[in-house]
C-alpha cells in the first residue's frame, strides 16, 4: 500500500469536487437548511426565531438523516463503474498503483469533498448563531456535525461497494437509490412491523441491537443521546439500552460501517 | 531511455516482453488461447486480428491489467503481475483503444496527474506536450479538444516517465493523415533510442511499411509471427504482373509467357495483368523482358499486408 498513490487520486477527486462546484452547492444547501429550521422550525407553533440549540439540533438530525445519504450515494455511486463505463479505468490501473490504492484514494478523496461541504455548511451556521450558543451548546453542535460527517462517510462507503459491484452506472444508479430508501425509509418501518405483528413478543429485546445495522439509526440515536434534554422526547430512548448509548461505542459502530464496505469493495475490485 | 533489464539478461533472452502459453478463459470462451510471443528490444512489432480476435485482451494481459487464466508473461524479465509490477510498470507505457481522459481538467493538468502517479518530474509534462505538437494547447481544457488532439494528449501520457517498453492500442484513431505521418516519425525516433513497441492497427495499409515484425491473430490465437516480407511467404501468395506496351498488344504478351506455368493472363484497360506463383517471379521477369522495346512499362504487385492478413485469419 502506497499513500502516495492514494494521495495523488483522492487529490484530483477532491479538486474535480472543488472546481465543478459541487463542495460549494453542498455547503450552502447545509447552511440554508440549517438556518432556515434553527429559525423557523417552530413556526407552526406560531413563533419564529432562534430557540434552543436542543430542539434546533433534533430538527437538523431529522433533515440531515434524509439528506446526506442521499446526497453520499450520489456521490459515491460511480466512483469506479463510471471510470469503467467512460473507458478512463484501464488506463488508471496501468499505472504503478494497485487496485485497493485506486479504490481508497477515490474513497478518501469523495469523502474529504463531502466531509468538507458538511463542515463549511454547519460551521457557516455555527458562526451565525454564535451570539446565542454558549460552549455547551457548542460543544453540541460539533458532535452533531461530527456525527454527520461519519454519516455520510458510512453512505459513501456503502456508496463505493456499489460502484464496484454494479456492472454498469444505471444499475448502480438504481442500487443507490434502492440503498437509500431501505435505511432510510424502511428499515425502521420493518423493524416496528416485526415488533407489532408479533405483539411485542418476538424481537423486543433484540431491537435495539438492530438498529445498530443501520448507519442512519446509528447517527439518529448518537445525536439523542448525547442531548438529555431531547432524549424523552423520542419513544426510542425507553427501548435503548443504556450499555449502548454510549457515544464512543456507537462511533465505532459507525467506523464499522465505514470500514466494512470499503472492504468488501476491495475483496471484490482486487477480484 | 535505452535501459538494460538484468532480470531478463539473467534468463538468457534478449526479448523484452516475454509470453508463453498464455490463456485467457471467460467461461466456456477462450478469448486468448495459449499464445507465445517474444519481442525484442527496439523492436516495433505489430499486432492485427479482427474485433474478437483476442489482441485487446492479450495486450491487457500483457499490461498485467487481466490476469491470465495459465501461462507467463514477463516484462524485461520480471512478472507482469508480481509484487515488483510497479518497477515493471514504471517502464511501460500504454496509450488504450479510444483513450478517455477527464474532460474537466486541462491538457496539462491531465499530464501532471499521470506525471504524479508514475513518479515522474512535473517538468517532463511540457516537454511530453511539445513532442505530440500540443504545447499551444496545454492550458485548454480536454473538453474542447478535438478528437485527434485527445489521441495526441494520450499518447504524451504514455510517454510520461521515458518507457522502455510502449503498448499503442490503435493509435492513429481519430488522426489526420498529417499526425499520422508525425507519429510514426516520433516512434522511429523512439526506436533508435532502443524503446521497444508494440502496437495494434486496424489499417494494415499504414503499418505494412513500418513495423519490424507483426503477429497475426485469430480465435485467440498467433496465426503466424515474422517480418511482413516472411508472412508473404509462408503464406505463399501469388504475385501480380502490370504489363504495358505500346502499342497495347495482348497477344505478344501471352506468347512470350506460352511456354510458362503462370496463373493468369488478363487484358485490362490499357494494360495485362500477369499472375504467377511467388518462385516463378524471376523466369516472368525474364520472359517478358524478350518483349524488348515494345514493354514502356512493368509493375510488380507483391500481395498486400491485407491479402496476407485474410489468408491467416480466414
Redesign the interface.
Given at each position: 500500500m502506497d499513500p502516495r498513490q492514494i494521495g495523488t487520486i483522492a487529490a484530483k477527486e477532491f479538486w474535480d469536487r472543488i472546481r465543478n462546484r459541487w463542495v460549494l452547492a453542498v455547503a450552502l444547501v447545509f447552511t440554508a437548511f440549517a438556518l432556515v429550521i434553527a429559525y423557523f422550525g417552530a413556526a407552526q407553533q406560531g413563533t419564529v426565531g432562534f430557540r434552543s440549540i436542543e430542539v434546533t439540533i433534533a430538527s437538523l438530525v431529522s433533515l440531515v438523516i434524509y439528506l446526506i445519504p442521499l446526497i453520499a450515494l450520489v456521490l459515491g455511486f460511480d466512483a469506479i463503474v463510471g471510470e469503467r463505463e467512460r473507458g478512463s479505468l484501464d488506463l488508471l490501473l496501468s499505472m504503478p498503483i494497485t487496485r485497493p490504492e485506486l479504490l481508497l484514494g477515490k474513497y478518501f478523496g469523495l469523502a474529504a469533498a463531502l466531509a468538507f461541504s458538511t463542515v463549511v455548511g454547519f460551521g457557516l451556521v455555527a458562526i451565525v448563531l454564535s451570539a446565542q450558543l454558549d460552549l455547551t451548546a457548542l460543544f453540541h453542535f460539533f458532535g452533531f456535525v461530527g456525527s454527520s460527517v461519519l454519516l455520510g462517510m458510512a453512505f459513501l462507503s456503502i456508496a463505493v461497494m456499489l460502484s464496484v459491484f454494479a456492472s454498469d452506472r444505471t444499475r448502480a444508479s438504481g442500487l443507490a437509490i434502492a440503498t437509500w430508501f431501505f435505511f432510510v425509509l424502511v428499515f425502521d418501518l420493518l423493524l416496528l412491523g416485526v415488533l407489532v405483528v408479533t405483539g411485542g413478543s418476538y424481537g423486543g429485546d433484540a431491537l435495539p441491537y438492530l438498529l445498530l445495522l443501520n448507519p442512519a439509526d446509528v447517527f439518529r440515536i448518537l445525536n439523542i443521546f448525547t442531548l438529555d434534554d431531547v432524549r424523552t422526547l423520542y419513544g426510542l430512548a425507553t427501548v435503548f439500552p443504556r450499555a449502548l448509548a454510549e457515544p464512543w461505542l456507537l462511533t465505532l459502530v459507525m467506523l464499522a460501517w465505514i470500514v466494512a464496505p470499503l472492504g468488501v469493495a476491495s475483496w471484490r475490485f482486487r477480484k | 531511455m535505452a535501459g538494460t533489464f538484468p532480470a531478463a539478461a539473467e534468463r538468457g533472452t534478449d526479448a523484452v516482453v516475454a509470453v508463453r502459453g498464455a490463456t485467457k478463459h471467460y467461461g466456456s470462451v477462450r478469448a486468448v488461447d495459449g499464445v507465445d510471443l517474444d519481442v525484442a528490444r527496439g523492436e516495433l512489432f505489430g499486432l492485427i486480428g479482427h474485433n474478437g480476435a483476442g489482441k485487446s485482451t492479450l495486450f491487457?494481459m500483457m499490461?498485467g491489467?487481466i490476469a491470465a487464466t495459465s501461462g507467463d508473461i514477463r516484462i524485461g524479465g520480471a512478472p507482469v503481475t508480481g509484487s515488483g509490477?510497479?518497477?515493471v510498470?514504471?517502464t511501460?507505457g500504454?496509450l488504450?483503444e479510444?483513450?478517455?481522459?477527464?474532460d474537466?481538467l486541462t491538457g496539462l493538468e491531465t499530464l501532471h496527474?499521470?506525471a504524479?502517479?508514475?513518479?515522474v518530474p512535473a517538468k517532463e509534462c511540457g516537454a511530453a506536450l511539445e513532442r505530440v505538437g500540443l504545447a499551444a494547447a496545454a492550458n485548454r481544457r480536454v473538453r474542447e479538444y478535438s478528437k485527434g488532439m485527445r489521441q495526441r494528449l494520450?499518447f504524451a501520457?504514455a510517454l510520461l516517465g521515458r518507457p522502455r517498453i510502449l503498448f499503442l492500442d490503435e493509435p492513429t484513431t481519430g488522426l489526420d493523415p498529417e499526425a499520422i505521418r508525425e507519429f510514426y516519425l516520433i516512434l522511429r525516433g523512439l526506436k533508435a533510442d532502443g524503446v521497444t513497441m508494440i502496437l495494434t492497427s486496424h489499417i494494415l495499409a499504414e503499418i505494412q511499411e513500418r513495423v519490424d515484425r507483426l503477429a497475426i491473430m485469430a480465435a485467440g490465437k498467433v496465426q503466424a509471427t515474422g517480418t511482413v516480407q516472411a508472412l508473404r511467404e509462408q503464406m505463399d501468395l501469388p504475385l501480380w504482373f502490370r504489363v504495358r506496351l505500346a502499342p497495347p498488344d495482348f497477344e505478344s504478351v501471352r506468347a512470350a509467357l506460352c511456354e510458362l506455368p503462370v496463373l493468369a493472363v488478363e487484358a485490362r484497360e490499357d494494360h495485362v495483368a500477369v499472375q504467377c506463383r511467388r518462385d516463378q517471379k524471376m523466369v516472368v521477369m525474364q520472359a517478358l523482358a524478350s518483349l524488348g522495346e515494345k514493354m514502356v512499362d512493368l509493375h510488380v504487385h507483391e500481395p498486400s499486408l491485407e491479402d496476407v492478413f485474410f489468408g491467416f485469419s480466414d
Amino acid at each position: 500500500m502506497d499513500p502516495r498513490q492514494i494521495g495523488t487520486i483522492a487529490a484530483k477527486e477532491f479538486w474535480d469536487r472543488i472546481r465543478n462546484r459541487w463542495v460549494l452547492a453542498v455547503a450552502l444547501v447545509f447552511t440554508a437548511f440549517a438556518l432556515v429550521i434553527a429559525y423557523f422550525g417552530a413556526a407552526q407553533q406560531g413563533t419564529v426565531g432562534f430557540r434552543s440549540i436542543e430542539v434546533t439540533i433534533a430538527s437538523l438530525v431529522s433533515l440531515v438523516i434524509y439528506l446526506i445519504p442521499l446526497i453520499a450515494l450520489v456521490l459515491g455511486f460511480d466512483a469506479i463503474v463510471g471510470e469503467r463505463e467512460r473507458g478512463s479505468l484501464d488506463l488508471l490501473l496501468s499505472m504503478p498503483i494497485t487496485r485497493p490504492e485506486l479504490l481508497l484514494g477515490k474513497y478518501f478523496g469523495l469523502a474529504a469533498a463531502l466531509a468538507f461541504s458538511t463542515v463549511v455548511g454547519f460551521g457557516l451556521v455555527a458562526i451565525v448563531l454564535s451570539a446565542q450558543l454558549d460552549l455547551t451548546a457548542l460543544f453540541h453542535f460539533f458532535g452533531f456535525v461530527g456525527s454527520s460527517v461519519l454519516l455520510g462517510m458510512a453512505f459513501l462507503s456503502i456508496a463505493v461497494m456499489l460502484s464496484v459491484f454494479a456492472s454498469d452506472r444505471t444499475r448502480a444508479s438504481g442500487l443507490a437509490i434502492a440503498t437509500w430508501f431501505f435505511f432510510v425509509l424502511v428499515f425502521d418501518l420493518l423493524l416496528l412491523g416485526v415488533l407489532v405483528v408479533t405483539g411485542g413478543s418476538y424481537g423486543g429485546d433484540a431491537l435495539p441491537y438492530l438498529l445498530l445495522l443501520n448507519p442512519a439509526d446509528v447517527f439518529r440515536i448518537l445525536n439523542i443521546f448525547t442531548l438529555d434534554d431531547v432524549r424523552t422526547l423520542y419513544g426510542l430512548a425507553t427501548v435503548f439500552p443504556r450499555a449502548l448509548a454510549e457515544p464512543w461505542l456507537l462511533t465505532l459502530v459507525m467506523l464499522a460501517w465505514i470500514v466494512a464496505p470499503l472492504g468488501v469493495a476491495s475483496w471484490r475490485f482486487r477480484k | 531511455m535505452a535501459g538494460t533489464f538484468p532480470a531478463a539478461a539473467e534468463r538468457g533472452t534478449d526479448a523484452v516482453v516475454a509470453v508463453r502459453g498464455a490463456t485467457k478463459h471467460y467461461g466456456s470462451v477462450r478469448a486468448v488461447d495459449g499464445v507465445d510471443l517474444d519481442v525484442a528490444r527496439g523492436e516495433l512489432f505489430g499486432l492485427i486480428g479482427h474485433n474478437g480476435a483476442g489482441k485487446s485482451t492479450l495486450f491487457k494481459m500483457m499490461l498485467g491489467l487481466i490476469a491470465a487464466t495459465s501461462g507467463d508473461i514477463r516484462i524485461g524479465g520480471a512478472p507482469v503481475t508480481g509484487s515488483g509490477f510497479r518497477e515493471v510498470r514504471r517502464t511501460v507505457g500504454y496509450l488504450p483503444e479510444n483513450v478517455v481522459l477527464y474532460d474537466n481538467l486541462t491538457g496539462l493538468e491531465t499530464l501532471h496527474f499521470f506525471a504524479r502517479l508514475k513518479r515522474v518530474p512535473a517538468k517532463e509534462c511540457g516537454a511530453a506536450l511539445e513532442r505530440v505538437g500540443l504545447a499551444a494547447a496545454a492550458n485548454r481544457r480536454v473538453r474542447e479538444y478535438s478528437k485527434g488532439m485527445r489521441q495526441r494528449l494520450g499518447f504524451a501520457q504514455a510517454l510520461l516517465g521515458r518507457p522502455r517498453i510502449l503498448f499503442l492500442d490503435e493509435p492513429t484513431t481519430g488522426l489526420d493523415p498529417e499526425a499520422i505521418r508525425e507519429f510514426y516519425l516520433i516512434l522511429r525516433g523512439l526506436k533508435a533510442d532502443g524503446v521497444t513497441m508494440i502496437l495494434t492497427s486496424h489499417i494494415l495499409a499504414e503499418i505494412q511499411e513500418r513495423v519490424d515484425r507483426l503477429a497475426i491473430m485469430a480465435a485467440g490465437k498467433v496465426q503466424a509471427t515474422g517480418t511482413v516480407q516472411a508472412l508473404r511467404e509462408q503464406m505463399d501468395l501469388p504475385l501480380w504482373f502490370r504489363v504495358r506496351l505500346a502499342p497495347p498488344d495482348f497477344e505478344s504478351v501471352r506468347a512470350a509467357l506460352c511456354e510458362l506455368p503462370v496463373l493468369a493472363v488478363e487484358a485490362r484497360e490499357d494494360h495485362v495483368a500477369v499472375q504467377c506463383r511467388r518462385d516463378q517471379k524471376m523466369v516472368v521477369m525474364q520472359a517478358l523482358a524478350s518483349l524488348g522495346e515494345k514493354m514502356v512499362d512493368l509493375h510488380v504487385h507483391e500481395p498486400s499486408l491485407e491479402d496476407v492478413f485474410f489468408g491467416f485469419s480466414d
